[in-house]
């Protein structure tokens, strides 16, 4: 599809990347039409710049001003002073997209001053190679018009829901921080292959094909996860064993508290702000 919106990602880290590395692979935009800005860091800049082949700036105000859509994508911590900063330029005619965990619309449209269109998103950095889970909730002043842009944009880079505000916490800590669950298993399977003997090349070739492979039924399969799971497990076999080794360390216990804390935590960094920010209207 053919577009001529500007995009302008403030932040410019690991998800403003994976975030454009998706969008120019499914063509929505060309390269010309992005450009990322950030605080400091000028050789990052300089990177996506030669990656990417999109646009960088030396007048964020003019490319502020022009922006049709602006991607918020700095760190919870720094949100104050990058919203701030970039305050003067934003106008009520452009959406803002902030992918920033916990941080309310509310705290947004709280900083710039500006009855402006917030939708915040929540992917996560398989966006990279457009297999992002990415879920969308739309502020006060955010259109259904609004929403559907956004969804098209979140489109080029993987599957998109939307869900309540309130809810954003929860995706968070299940799939925005879900993709680093999973580099987490595949590392302990790598120091198991290693203490087990497998040479390291191939052991990352089965560990890959093995993760592959189950994600792939769990995807096409019409079984339920604990039947996949039943179906590996021979009676008396390899699989029951290492289980009920898995077991003995509470390892579901430990994903279900894992996946809770990281929903608080998203809670915990937005109401710091919140409670900073509220507007006295
Ligand atoms: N990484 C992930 O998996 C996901 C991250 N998110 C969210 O995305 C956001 C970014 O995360 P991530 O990419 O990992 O973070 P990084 O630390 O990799 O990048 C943060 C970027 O923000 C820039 N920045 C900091 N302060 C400002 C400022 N005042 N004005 C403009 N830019 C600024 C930094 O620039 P400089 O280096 O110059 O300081 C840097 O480019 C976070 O809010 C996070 O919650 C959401 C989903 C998944
Ligand atoms: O760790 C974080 O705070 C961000 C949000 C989701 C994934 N990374």
Known sequence: MEN????????????????????????????????????????????????????????????????????????????????????????????????????????????????????????????????SATALSVGKYATEEDLNIAHQLFTTIGIVTTVAEKDLHAVTGLSGSGPAYVYYLVEAMEKAADEIGLEKKIAKELILQTIIGAAEMLKTSTKQPAILRREVTSPGGTTEAGIKVLEQFHYQEAMISCIKRATTRSSELGEALTQSTASQD
């Open 4 to 131: 001529k919106q500007k995009v302008v990602f403030v932040g410019a880290g690991s998800m403003a990347e994976a975030m454009i590395s998706g969008m120019l692979q499914k063509e929505l935009f060309a390269p010309s039409q992005i450009t990322v800005i950030n605080r400091s860091n000028t050789e990052r800049i300089d990177y996506l710049q030669m990656t990417y082949g999109i646009h960088t700036t030396q007048n964020k105000e003019i490319t502020l001003k022009n922006a049709d859509i602006m991607i918020l994508a700095m760190k919870p911590k720094d949100v104050v002073e990058g919203v701030t900063n970039i305050r003067e330029f934003v106008n009520s005619r452009q959406l803002i997209i902030s992918v920033l965990a916990g941080v309310a619309t509310t705290t947004i449209t709280d900083l710039l001053q500006t009855k402006v269109a917030v939708i915040r998103a929540m992917p996560n950095t398989s966006a990279t190679i457009g297999k």
